[in-house]
């Protein structure tokens, strides 16, 4: 498995406010997602990060509102832009060392906007 | 496009005994990987246990197991033996060999353990 870790760990921030999470993993890694869980649903992926380009983005999720880069094989930042409540939830990175392992994810990050 | 459906929201057990979690998903595709995963209060989410499709051997780790059945698309969990730690959210989760190699989720079952 990978070991992953996500900063911040939680936060609360005010509406109309910018949130950049960081994923940083151990080792090199083939592909790295983004996840978001609102409060009592499942995860519904966002993005997928690719290293060197843009992100390929999933329907109902767009680049301004969730910009996302992925500088190099390890790390990866996903910014939750102008926030308003509808997006207190809990954001997960995940990763995938080759295409035939498993996908294993981050600790999360608890984002409360007001 | 893949769907995955948990139709129990909720079950409990008592502390020692076993339990099954229901799971059914549908695809055209015909090699996939299924998994379980688990999610305690902490929200981190932990691999329980992952199934290849072109497997006929159902999937064993320790006292957790899983029962599936291809045709009937189903990926049942079973947790022998239950314990108070194994009381959290459980997704069942599908992702396809080509492509873009994202998970789809289930809405997850909640487990409790009653001591």
């Known amino acids: 498995s990978a070991v992953i870790s996500q900063k911040p760990s939680r936060d609360i921030c005010q509406r109309g406010t910018s949130l950049t999470i960081q994923c940083q993993v151990d080792s090199q890694v083939t592909m790295m997602f983004w996840y978001r869980q609102q409060p009592g649903q499942s995860l519904t992926l966002i993005a997928t990060?690719?290293?060197?380009?843009?992100?390929?983005?999933e329907s109902g999720f767009v680049i301004d509102k969730f910009p996302i880069s992925r500088p190099n094989l390890t790390f990866s930042t996903l910014t939750v832009s102008n926030m308003s409540p509808e997006d207190s939830s809990i954001y997960l990175c995940?990763?995938?060392?080759?295409?035939?392992?498993?996908?294993?994810f981050g600790p999360g990050t608890r984002l409360l906007v007001l | 496009a893949q769907t995955v459906t948990q139709s129990q929201p909720e079950m409990s057990v008592q502390e020692a005994e076993t339990v099954t979690l229901s799971c059914t998903y549908d695809?055209?595709?015909?090699?996939?990987?299924l998994f379980w995963y688990k999610q305690p209060p902490s929200r981190q989410m932990i691999l329980v246990i992952r199934?290849?499709?072109?497997?006929?051997q159902n999937a064993t780790e320790n006292r957790f197991s899983v029962n599936f059945q291809k045709a009937a698309k189903s990926f049942s969990l079973k947790i022998s033996d239950s314990q108070l730690g194994d009381a959290a959210m459980y997704f069942c989760a599908y992702r396809g060999i080509q492509g873009a190699q994202k998970l789809v989720f289930g809405q997850g079952t909640r487990l409790t353990i009653n001591p």
């Open positions: 990060a690719n290293q060197g380009s843009e992100a390929t983005y």
């Open positions: 695809t055209s595709e015909s090699d996939y990987y």
């Open positions: 199934q290849e499709a072109y497997k006929q």
């Open positions: 995940s990763v995938v060392r080759d295409y035939q392992e498993t996908q294993y």
